[in-house]
């Protein structure tokens, strides 16, 4: 599997440079870049002015039909919230008798509805993660459709992004995402500070106490939703041994989480909080409290994944800002084994259809829309959230941010990938124990040998 998700990384990184060539400098970024237009901000329920005009290749005697989607993209006007409502409205227009109805979460509160949901009835067509800890449970209570996987043969999905989404050989949801993490930073801070980009941990620290000497946050982290930390953590794990694969497995396998690596890992992070690597805080500061610090110019950097390349072209941000946005990759650990080349990536959300919807037949020709080359894909692509898992090597405009042309190179230059991050490598228990007992580990309030034990225990 991991290979298969090396070669979707490279492959895509390497068909887009090649369309790209030397790649032109953007210039507005922040207005030009944009071929999608933004949409009203939505909750509840979606829709737009431009559905209900009249369409002459609009279909306008059929029954009507309401879909009911579920999102884990609260934010409309921006990123991959606008890409999801743009292509609503699209498909609403084209078929106008079909009106869509959105229910939009933050990621948390989104994962405990859907809990709900699959006990009361979910909506038609909902967001998904290909990743264990959320779909093996999922699947098991059989709440998606099959879909046909012959359907997308030409949809361009690189070789193997499909296999997290399966069971038992069949298809229940397509994958929206190629995601990376990096520490996404201010160049112009760095540039007017003197600082450099950290190429060891080591460094890293170090320039944490230059900046905390600035009175500035040196790292913006999420530690309240617990998850960042836990890809942090399986950042670092790659960084001290490479290839964590077979590891992980055995220690979920076991419950025995004794391996050096998750010692080592885990300490650095509890040393690094200690140190002031992260706001004070962080540890029950939430995704937009983190993600401002950085946006506002009160925090050097960010830790999150490669979807936020939007960043660069939110006009909500101080242009000095988002012009200055780039990014890079987790450093090197003394004494271990893995290079900056060997990066934290894996294919992350997706959608699916309930297997239980009332208008299936419609929820999945949407689905299929949605992930027609030039929707998904192309919009994501032109709007900076970063790497689809289709091939988005056609929609290059030669205006991409200097941020979208980093992320590229570096995808293009990785050596190898982490695949799933380690709290979704197991079942839900484990999920929610990781993801709980790391806020207590990175603060001091548990011991690296206690939280260890605690997660194992909650594989058996």
Known sequence: MKRKIVSLLLVTAMLALGVMGCGSKSKDKADNNKAVANTEDTTDTASSDDSTKEDATADTTAEPVTLKLFSNLPDRKNGQGLVEQTIIDEYMKENQNVKIEVEALDEEAYKTKFKAYAMDGMPDVVSIW???????????????????????????????????????????????????????????????????VPQTYDELLALADKI???????????????????????????????DCGQIVSDAIANGDFSDPVFTKATQILA?????????????SQDYGTAMNLFTNGQAAMFYMGSWEASMALNADIPEEIRNNIRVFTMPTVAEGVGKN?????WNGGGYAVSADSEVKEEAIKFLNYMY?????????????????????????????????????????????????????????????????????????SISVEDFLASIGKACK
């Open 130 to 196: 290909g990743q264990p800890s959320f779909l093996d449970e999922v699947l098991d209570a059989g709440i998606l459709a099959e879909l046909s996987e012959a359907d997308y043969a030409d949809y361009g999905f690189v070789s193997g992004s499909l296999e997290g989404f399966k069971k038992d050989g069949k298809l229940y949801g397509l994958p929206r995402n190629t995601d990376v993490m990096f520490f996404y930073y201010n160049q112009k801070m760095f540039e007017d500070n003197g600082w450099s």
């Open 212 to 242: 905390n000497g600035a009175g500035l946050t040196p790292v913006a982290m999420d530690g309240g939703d617990g998850w960042p930390m836990a890809i942090y953590l399986t950042d670092l794990m790659v960084k001290i041994n490479g």
């Open 271 to 283: 040393d690094s909080a200690k140190a002031g690597l992260f706001q004070t805080g962080y540890d």
């Open 341 to 345: 080349t060997d990066i934290a990536a």
């Open 372 to 444: 027609q080359p030039d929707k998904l894909s192309k919009y994501g692509w032109v709007n900076g959230v970063g790497m689809s898992a289709q091939d988005q090597s056609a929609y290059m405009t030669g205006n991409e941010t200097e941020l979208q042309l980093q992320i590229l190179d570096i995808v293009n230059k990785a050596t190898s990938v982490s695949g799933t991050p380690v709290n979704d490598c197991g079942p839900s228990t484990f999920k929610a124990s990781i993801e709980s007992e790391i806020q207590s580990v990175s603060n001091g």
